[in-house]
Each structure stands twice: as structure tokens, then as C-alpha cells.
């Protein structure tokens, strides 16, 4: 969702340094974006820079330097696509300004309370009412307290406790030199610098900077000064002791290098992540088969690419250790939640750790007292600090909305759970390189020239078909997701048995129809399947260990046991991306969708 960054500090480009900022997070998605400075000097007003769209090629050399100043990208919620709407927002005497996520759900009150007083109002947005509640808080607060250097962020504090909803806030203002900001819901941190310090929304867009870093929890204020910075309960007022973290990510995991997008190196980087989980994570496979062998009932949830993976963890644990693990999408958890047995655990995998779905389950299941594993990618995010154990994914930073590396590297994890769970992780780690050698294989240059032209051919196709049985399952869902959501064919993921059951109805003459036949017990009935639709007309793409007169295409998947899915989810991640290319679309940024998805 939307993008913050914030820079105070003694360099007077602060304004380039922000739009930097918010360059490296445009991978989240957006549809505006801005800049405000506090110009050096006696700043009669804060200037603003602000256009719907992309940054491009735009530049903000042309605003007044400055040593503090900060920027959004913009996911519009409330109000549509426009430069007005974009933030930041000021108050009347343009001498404040706001950046915000999440959505006010009372700013049609507290906007009609404004009004009342004389404010006016340029946007549409319910971000606006936030400067101008802190313009009528200071207003109201008596001269002298007003001179005080707290006297801003106490308006700050006021205003924030009296919005309803999940957001995060920054604020900035021309008389004392300092950012306050405050998180309830919406993933805000800060950066600890040398003389400067910094905001942002997400980790990765501070680490040209600092890699020491403060992930604000819950109903944590901020004040953000060049040489200080003071953390404490926007409730109750009591200091918080800063829990600096240090980022183990390196910049150069944070960019795209010499890949023309973040997805394509993010697909490259799969095989030696399953080499490095096999060798690094046995230990805390260990540790989570405890939990899991001890835990009444398990049950794993996930939204989106995470929610496949939450499926498949069902087959993996039935396959390898005999073990029932339930499974859930976040979004439809909820009735689930409410007959989960006490001494029960939930298990939340997500890649970014702030998914609004899956934190209000964990949030319920921590109500009832129910134990909660996260499983996530960003150390340090929600996810990860509201859970009472965790394991890190250890993928690095995954800036394609699309999920890849984050996917596999979940399974990798799970399988070794499983085979924990059985006694013999060892056979786990040698499954995973088995794994490793066969997605290497997948990315290698001959198999992505058959992908290439395999998505030349396919490039007009409207729908399709991804058909899988037992994990090959949710594995057709993923290969059917990673292909909907950026090159908007609309592809649906199948079990094979239910072909009869309906979906048959829509093969029609020329249907692509990818069938994922591993080398395992599901092998001669997804063939059976395959047939079923070639003789009403279907094209028939096989991901298999070997060809077979079914298939018009074919594309090998070398056998990697139960671990297969890992290489047949790959090549659907190199089809997904080369079918966008084919049909003009970007694949780290597709429409309608953001890296992760904030609100509800
Ligand atoms: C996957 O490609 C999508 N970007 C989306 O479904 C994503 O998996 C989902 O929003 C969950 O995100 P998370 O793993 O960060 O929780």
C-alpha cells in the first residue's frame, strides 16, 4: 500500500533525498505521490510538490532546500486519482503538513466539526482533516504552552487519539524542527543516523542510509529530531525505550542490479535460497515440529500466494509425516476461529508481515489464548512482534508484488517441519537439494527459451486452465495466480477431479490448459484429466518429469519428490512473467494491486 519516507537532518537536499525514498518503494504500488520541505531559513510556509501518477523521470530540484522533509506514494482510498488528493496535506496556514495510511473512519465528523470552526478544505481526502485537527489543537492550547517545543507534538498526540481506524501519521511544521509521527495498524520505522535520522513505511527504503532501525509498535509516537529521537504511548504519554534492530538486508538485496524488474531477479535467487534453507534452517524446524507435535490442533493461514502455500503445508504434513495440519484463508478464518480448540496453534505465514487479514486473525486468536507462530519474510514487521514465536523466512527483501522466492522459500520450510516432525530432517535437507538442482534447471537458459516461446504463443489467450491434483493442487492455484495477477489472463487453478464436476464446461477448441504431473500418485489421473479436455478441444501444456503424446507443449520439470511443486510453481512464475512482457504489462507493478495489502 502506500509509501512513506521522512528525512531530518544537517544535508539541505532533503527533498531529493525523500524522493529517492519513495523511488525505492514505489514496488509497493501506488497512484500518486509528493513531497513537502520545510524551506531553510525563517520559513514563513511549508512548500509542497505533489502530481497523480508515476515519479518517472520527475525531479524536486526545483523546491527550496531544506533539512527536513518528507514524502508519500499514494494508494487512493478516500478520493480519487488527482494532484489535489495526493499528500502530503496542509492545515489553513499552510504551515503544517500530513502524510498518512490507513483510513480515518471518523473524518466525516471531525470534518464537519472543522468546518464548523472555519476550516477549508482542498481535497477529497480524509487525510487532510489530520492538519488541520492539529491547526485547531494548537489553536486551542494556551500561548504560552504554544511557544513550548512540545506544544506540537502534544497537538500531534491529541489528534491522533482522536482518530477511529488503522493509520499511520507524519507530521511536520515550520516552527519546531522535529517529525512526529504516530502507528496504529500501518508499519511505520525509524532510521538511526549520524547527525540526521529518518521515517518510512518499510525497511528496505533506509538502508542506503542506516541499517539501525525501530519498528513502531502499536500506539507509538515518535519525535524525530536531527540529533534525538523520543519514543512514547500516544495513550497513555509513557517513554519507550527505542528497541533498535539491525537491518540484515544489504542494498544491493534491495535492488534490482543488472534484472530489467525486482521479479525476474527474485525468480533467479530461488534455487540457492532452497540450498540455504536446507543447510541453515534445521534448527528452527526443529523447534516449530515441537510446537506443532504438542499443539492440540494446527492450523495454518495465509492470504493470497501465502494462503496456497498455507493448503499445501496441508498435503506436505499428511505426505510426509502423517500429521492432519488445517488450513485457512485469513480472510475467511473467522468463523473457523471461533470453535478453535483451546492449547490449539495458528500458524501465520506472510511474506511482509503487515497483511490486515491475517493480523486480525492472529489478533482473535490471541484473545482466546491461543498460541501463534509467524512464520514471515520481514523481521521485524506486526506479524512478527505480535506472535509468540517466530521463524524468519530468510528470502530477503521481495519488492515484485508478485510473490516468487517468498513462496518457495515457505514451502522449503515447511517440508522441513514435516520431515522434523517425522525424526529425520536430514532427509528433508536432502529432499531441498533435490529441489535446488531441479529449480536450477527450471531457471536454466534452454527451459526459460521454451517458456519464452511458450508465452509468444499464448500471448492473446483470454482464459485458461491450470489443473493439478493432491499438492499439485494448490500448486495449479499459484501457477493460476502468479498468471492472473500480472499478465491478466484470466487463468483458474483446478483440481483435477472437479473438471467433470463443471469447469470441463468452459474447454472449448484452443483452451490452454497447463496440467502439473510430478512423478508421484497423482501422475496417471492428471493425464486422464488431460485427456478428458484435449478431446473437447484443449491445449495441453504439461509441467512434467517426461513428455508424453497428450501434450501440444511441454515444458520439463525435473522430479524432486514430494518437494516438486517448488520447480512447477517456478516455471508458472517464468510463463506469468513472460506473458506480461509479451502482452506490454510491468510485472513488479501491476494495476489494481500493492506488495502488501494494509487495510481490509
Ligand atoms: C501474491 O503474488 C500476491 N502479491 C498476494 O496474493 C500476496 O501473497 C498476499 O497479499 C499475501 O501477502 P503476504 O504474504 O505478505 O501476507
Known amino acids: 500500500m502506500c509509501g512513506i519516507f521522512g528525512y531530518i537532518g544537517h544535508k539541505t537536499n532533503a527533498p531529493t533525498i525523500v524522493l529517492e525514498g519513495l523511488k525505492r518503494l514505489e514496488y509497493r504500488g501506488y497512484d500518486s505521490w509528493g513531497v513537502a520541505v520545510v524551506p531553510e531559513g525563517d520559513a514563513e510556509n511549508i512548500l509542497v510538490k505533489k502530481k497523480a501518477g508515476k515519479i518517472g523521470a520527475a525531479t524536486v530540484t526545483s523546491m527550496p532546500k531544506g533539512t527536513l522533509a518528507f514524502g508519500h506514494t499514494r494508494w487512493a482510498t478516500h478520493g480519487g486519482v488527482t494532484d489535489v488528493n495526493a499528500h502530503p496535506h496542509l492545515d489553513c496556514t499552510k504551515t503544517i503538513a500530513v502524510i498518512h495510511n490507513g483510513i480515518v473512519e471518523n473524518y466525516e465528523a471531525l470534518k464537519e466539526m472543522l468546518t464548523k470552526e472555519g476550516h477549508h478544505f482542498v481535497s477529497q481526502t480524509d487525510t487532510e482533516i489530520i492538519a488541520h485537527l492539529v491547526e485547531e489543537n494548537l489553536k486551542a492550547m494556551k500561548p504560552a504552552i504554544r511557544d513550548a517545543q512540545p506544544a506540537f507534538s502534544k497537538a500531534v498526540q491529541k489528534a491522533f487519539n482522536a482518530l477511529d481506524g488503522l493509520n499511520a501519521i507524519i507530521l511536520i511544521n515550520t516552527t519546531s524542527h522535529e517529525m512526529v509521527a504516530a502507528r496504529n495498524g500501518s508499519p511505520l520505522v525509524v532510521g538511526f543516523g549520524d547527525?540526521?535520522?529518518?521515517?518510512?513505511?518499510?525497511?528496505?527504503?533506509?538502508?542506503?542510509?542506516?541499517?539501525?532501525?525501530?519498528?513502531?509498535?502499536?500506539?507509538?509516537?515518535?519525535?524525530?529530531?536531527?540529533?534525538?529521537?523520543?519514543?512514547?504511548?500516544?495513550?497513555?504519554?509513557?517513554?519507550?525505550?527505542?528497541?533498535?534492530?539491525?537491518?540484515?538486508?544489504?542494498?544491493?538485496?534491495?535492488?534490482?542490479?543488472?534484472?530489467?524488474?525486482?521479479?525476474?531477479?527474485?525468480?533467479?535467487?530461488?534455487?540457492?535460497?532452497?540450498?540455504?534453507?536446507?543447510?541453515?534452517?534445521?534448527?528452527?524446524?526443529?523447534?516449530?515440529?515441537?510446537?506443532?507435535?504438542?499443539?492440540?490442533?494446527?492450523?495454518?493461514?495465509?492470504?493470497?500466494?501465502?494462503?496456497?502455500?498455507?493448503?499445501?503445508?496441508?498435503?506436505?504434513?499428511?505426505?510426509?509425516?502423517?500429521?492432519?495440519?488445517?488450513?485457512?484463508?485469513?480472510?475467511?478464518?473467522?468463523?473457523?476461529?471461533?470453535?478453535?480448540?483451546?492449547?490449539?496453534?495458528?500458524?501465520?505465514?506472510?511474506?511482509?508481515?503487515?497483511?490486515?487479514?491475517?493480523?486480525?486473525?492472529?489478533?482473535?486468536?490471541?484473545?482466546?489464548?491461543?498460541?501463534?507462530?509467524?512464520?514471515?519474510?520481514?523481521?521485524?514487521?506486526?506479524?512478527?512482534?505480535?506472535?509468540?514465536?517466530?521463524?524468519?523466512?530468510?528470502?530477503?527483501?521481495?519488492?515484485?508484488?508478485?510473490?516468487?522466492?517468498?513462496?518457495?522459500?515457505?514451502?522449503?520450510?515447511?517440508?522441513?517441519?514435516?520431515?522434523?516432525?517425522k525424526g529425520n530432517i536430514s532427509d528433508g535437507q536432502k529432499l531441498l537439494i533435490r529441489a535446488a538442482k531441479s529449480a536450477k534447471e527450471a531457471v536454466s537458459e534452454s527451459n526459460v527459451k521454451r517458456i519464452k516461446a511458450l508465452a509468444a504463443k499464448m500471448k492473446s489467450v483470454e482464459h485458461m486452465f491450470v489443473v493439478g491434483k493432491g499438492i499439485s493442487y494448490p500448486a495449479a492455484q499459484e501457477c493460476a495466480l502468479k498468471i492472473k495477477e500480472i499478465s491478466y489472463i484470466h487463468a483458474e487453478g483446478v483440481a483435477a477431479g472437479e473438471l467433470k464436476h463443471g469447469p470441463l464446461a468452459l474447454v472449448t477448441k484452443g483452451t490452454p490448459c497447463i496440467v502439473i504431473a510430478p512423478n508421484d500418485e497423482t501422475y496417471r489421473d492428471v493425464l486422464g484429466s488431460a485427456m478428458e479436455m484435449k478431446a473437447r478441444g484443449g491445449h495441453i501444456i504439461g509441467f512434467s518429469y517426461k513428455n508424453d503424446e497428450v501434450f501440444d507443449d511441454y515444458i520439463p520439470v525435473a522430479d524432486a519428490g514430494e518437494a516438486t511443486i517448488i520447480p512447477n510453481v517456478i516455471v508458472a512464475q517464468l510463463l506469468a512473467y513472460y506473458l506480461t512482457l509479451e502482452r506490454g504489462f510491468d510485472p513488479d507493478m501491476p494495476r489494481n494491486l500493492a506488495k502488501s495489502v494494509t487495510v481490509k
Open 195 to 421: 547527525g540526521e535520522n529518518f521515517l518510512a513505511s518499510d525497511p528496505a527504503a533506509l538502508l542506503p542510509h542506516t541499517k539501525q532501525v525501530h519498528y513502531l509498535e502499536d500506539d507509538e509516537m515518535v519525535i524525530v529530531r536531527p540529533d534525538a529521537i523520543h519514543i512514547f504511548n500516544a495513550r497513555t504519554g509513557e517513554r519507550v525505550r527505542p528497541r533498535k534492530q539491525l537491518l540484515t538486508w544489504t542494498e544491493k538485496d534491495a535492488e534490482k542490479g543488472q534484472y530489467p524488474y525486482f521479479m525476474l531477479k527474485e525468480i533467479y535467487e530461488q534455487p540457492g535460497l532452497m540450498s540455504e534453507i536446507a543447510s541453515e534452517s534445521t534448527e528452527q524446524a526443529k523447534e516449530l515440529a515441537k510446537q506443532f507435535a504438542t499443539a492440540y490442533r494446527v492450523y495454518v493461514v495465509g492470504a493470497g500466494t501465502s494462503g496456497h502455500a498455507a493448503r499445501a503445508a496441508s498435503y506436505l504434513f499428511s505426505d510426509i509425516s502423517a500429521h492432519l495440519i488445517n488450513w485457512g484463508i485469513a480472510s475467511e478464518f473467522d468463523h473457523r476461529l471461533n470453535v478453535i480448540p483451546e492449547k490449539s496453534l495458528v500458524v501465520a505465514l506472510s511474506q511482509s508481515g503487515e497483511t490486515m487479514d491475517l493480523m486480525e486473525v492472529v489478533k482473535k486468536a490471541k484473545a482466546k489464548g491461543i498460541g501463534v507462530v509467524s512464520i514471515v519474510n520481514v523481521v521485524g514487521s506486526s506479524l512478527w512482534r505480535m506472535a509468540d514465536f517466530r521463524m524468519p523466512i530468510g528470502a530477503g527483501p521481495e519488492k515484485g508484488v508478485a510473490s516468487t522466492k517468498a513462496f518457495t522459500s515457505k514451502i522449503a520450510h515447511l517440508i522441513l517441519i514435516a520431515y522434523a516432525m
